[in-house]
């Protein structure tokens, strides 16, 4: 089941609606889901931002889900990462894990980020486990962080440096031809 990404187009927009409103993907989202109008004034400004930039990722050619990156114009060189699978049967079956390499990179590589980070909510287990596999460590924990539906919730804050990625990456990519989640040619 080989994964790739490609960039968001202007066509995805309904697509994107659908999976940020299902209910696995809404559940670890900050935000309460969006209107159909409020989703279409927010896609147009992330496809017109420098600022940001999305992929859809593939699995055997099918769109499953949605990666992106926030902070690309900062001087800092660092990036917010945000991904999802929103397709619900290609959940839990590495599709998450191998866009994340893709997406690792296209940061350090094309794109000259030094660090990627993100906020993880703390019982999303899946996503911190994800992510710890790739080589990224929890630099910070932020309490009472989030608040959806009247609770409040804590947060994992997540990084990865270059070159934590650069020593991670072999390993990450063995695995990922050994499952055939990554067809050769991006291996290398
Ligand atoms: C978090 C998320 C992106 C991870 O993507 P995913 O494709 O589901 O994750 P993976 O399949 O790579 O890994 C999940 C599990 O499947 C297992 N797995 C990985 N490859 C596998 C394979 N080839 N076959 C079977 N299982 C596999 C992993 O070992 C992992 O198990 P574990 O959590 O018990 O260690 C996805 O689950 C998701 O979109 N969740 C909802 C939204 C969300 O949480 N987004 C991120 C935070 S905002």
Redesign the pocket.
């Known amino acids: 089941m080989p994964i790739s990404l490609r960039d968001v187009e202007a066509d995805d927009v309904e697509r994107l609606f659908q999976w940020r409103n299902e209910p696995?993907?809404d559940?670890?989202?900050y935000s309460v889901p969006p209107t159909l109008e409020e989703h279409r004034a927010w896609f147009s400004a992330f496809l017109a931002d420098p600022d940001r930039k999305g992929w859809i990722i593939l699995r055997n050619g099918e769109p499953c889900?949605s990666l992106t990156l926030e902070g690309l114009i900062a001087p800092q060189r660092r990036a917010k990462w945000?991904?999802?699978?929103?397709d619900a049967e290609?959940?839990?079956?590495?599709?998450?894990?191998?866009a994340q390499a893709l997406g690792l990179d296209q940061a350090f590589g094309p794109f000259g980020l030094q660090k990627v980070w993100s906020e993880?909510?703390a019982e999303?287990?899946?996503?911190l486990?994800?992510q710890a596999w790739a080589g990224f460590r929890r630099e910070g924990y932020l309490r009472r962080h989030a608040f959806k539906h009247g609770q409040f919730r804590d947060v994992a804050l997540m990084s990865i440096l270059k070159e934590e990625w650069q020593a991670r990456r072999p390993v990450v990519v063995k695995e990922l031809l050994a499952?055939g989640?990554v067809a050769q040619a991006q291996g290398h």
């Open positions: 696995e993907v559940r670890w989202m889900g945000g991904w999802y699978i929103g290609a959940r839990g079956r590495g599709a998450g894990r191998a993880i909510r999303n287990e899946t996503a486990k994800a499952s989640l």
